[in-house]
């Protein structure tokens, strides 16, 4: 016997979409012991709202977010909304005793961050909060944590983060991610908490420190087109002068950490890095051997154990794709057949609905006090830019 949840969700647009199809695809795949029901769609797009609420299968939909917290049949809430309204969101949902998960980053601020932690703390005895850090989801993620778990890497040494996109050139208008009222930071709290997250995931350790950081801006004016403009929209070449407004965020931001077992780190966030679409990239160095992952071949995990005799040592790619063997994968498709980017978004909602029908998941979940664990780490990166500590090489004879 299964049971239903009822899921609502606010936003329709790109993450709109992706955990539609969450919601929608993990039942026939995973025969979860709760079945989600696409209860309520929120958005503020009156135009398309019912619309996409036909095209996805959502039941309802409302311009009032409200709504949800208001409805008695809602068991879970859903927030694929901009940073800044995070926390009144999903406090409110809390308050209305309501399970919540909430994209990342947690939210645009700290302040705004522990308030939600907090607000998650106190609800706990009824509800359960979740963050949807997607890629802890990839195969071959969950794959490297075990080898990681297992010692086959030995102690770690050295954690390699890098997020690369190729958006965020002169021609993007000023989208909500380019001011910091509504995002928080850049390419920082959008791409560095997915790495971060990534980087306490995999080595299940803290980072205890930040030491050195780089941010900048490198277009300090984009084109003022409204709340239209979407993602991956450029603004038109016209011979009109074109109303600017400020970009008041990161558009690439690096910085050092020391983990607590000893390794060091280091984590690189841009959306202006040409030949990168979507490169997620993480590798762990330790005594007995690395693991190298880059989202842009997402099946793929590559292992090099140092303890393979010298002649025949070298880098194995490791196609993450075997039911029984790789996390995930016995859900999808006979072994050896690939899967995609929305299907770490429906992996982690199956994840969701065992751990609310009483089953363990099969991947650890992040929740609030997690993210909020991403967030601090998020804030002294940018201290830590702020404050400098540089060395011009004028000074260096
Ligand atoms: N997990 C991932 O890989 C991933 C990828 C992209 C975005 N995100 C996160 O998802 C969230 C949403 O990003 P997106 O790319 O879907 O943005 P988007 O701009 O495509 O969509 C945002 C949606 O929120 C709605 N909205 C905006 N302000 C609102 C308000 N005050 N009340 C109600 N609805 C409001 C908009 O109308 C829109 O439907 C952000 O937190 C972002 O960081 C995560």
Not at 130 to 136: H, I, L
Not at 246 to 255: E, G, R
């Amino acid at each position: 016997m299964t049971g239903t949840l009822d899921v609502a969700l606010i936003g329709q647009r790109f993450m709109g979409r992706a955990h539609s199809n969450a919601w929608r695809q993990v039942a026939p795949f995973f025969a979860p012991p709760l079945h989600p029901f696409l209860h309520t769609i929120a958005g503020r797009d009156p135009k398309d709202l019912e619309s996409f609420a036909k095209q996805w299968g959502w039941t309802h939909w409302t311009t009032r977010w409200q709504d949800l917290a208001e409805d008695p049949e809602i068991d879970l809430v859903d927030i694929g909304t901009p940073n800044d309204v995070h926390k009144e969101q999903a406090i409110a949902m809390l308050e209305a005793g309501k399970h919540v998960a909430c994209e990342k980053p947690l939210a645009g601020t700290l302040d705004d961050a522990r308030a939600m932690r907090d607000a998650a703390k106190k609800a706990r005895r009824k509800s359960k909060t979740f963050v949807w850090f997607n890629y802890r989801r990839c195969p071959a993620i969950g794959f490297a944590r075990k080898l990681v778990q297992q010692g086959r890497l030995g102690k770690i040494l050295h954690v390699r983060a890098k997020y690369l996109q190729s958006w965020g050139f002169a021609d993007t208008p000023l989208l909500w991610r380019f001011e910091k009222k509504r995002a928080g930071s850049g390419a920082h709290g959008d791409l560095n908490a997915h790495s971060i997250d990534l980087a306490r995931f995999l080595t299940g350790e803290e980072i205890v420190s930040v030491e050195g950081a780089i941010a900048q801006t490198f277009y300090k004016e984009r084109a003022l087109l409204g709340d239209a403009a979407q993602l991956g929209g450029k603004s038109k070449k016209t011979k009109k002068a074109q109303a600017m407004g400020k970009s008041t965020v990161d558009d690439a931001l690096l910085f050092l950490a020391r983990f607590a077992g000893g390794a060091v780190a280091s984590f690189e966030a841009t959306r202006c890095a040409h030949g990168h679409e979507n490169r997620n990239t993480i590798e762990l160095n330790g005594e007995k051997g690395s693991v190298r992952f880059d989202f842009e071949d997402m099946n793929v995990l590559e292992l090099f154990d140092a303890e393979v005799d010298a002649a025949t040592r070298g880098w194995r790619r490791i196609m993450c794709t075997t039911a029984d063997a790789h996390p995930y994968a016995g859900n999808w498709w006979p072994s050896a057949h690939v899967i995609g980017y929305e299907h770490g978004f429906v992996n982690m909602a199956a994840d969701i609905l065992r751990v609310l029908g009483g089953q363990e998941p099969e991947l650890p979940l992040p929740d609030f006090a997690d993210a909020y664990e991403v967030q601090r780490v998020l804030e002294a990166a940018q201290i830590a830019a702020k404050q400098g500590g540089r060395i011009p090489l004028r000074e260096v004879k």
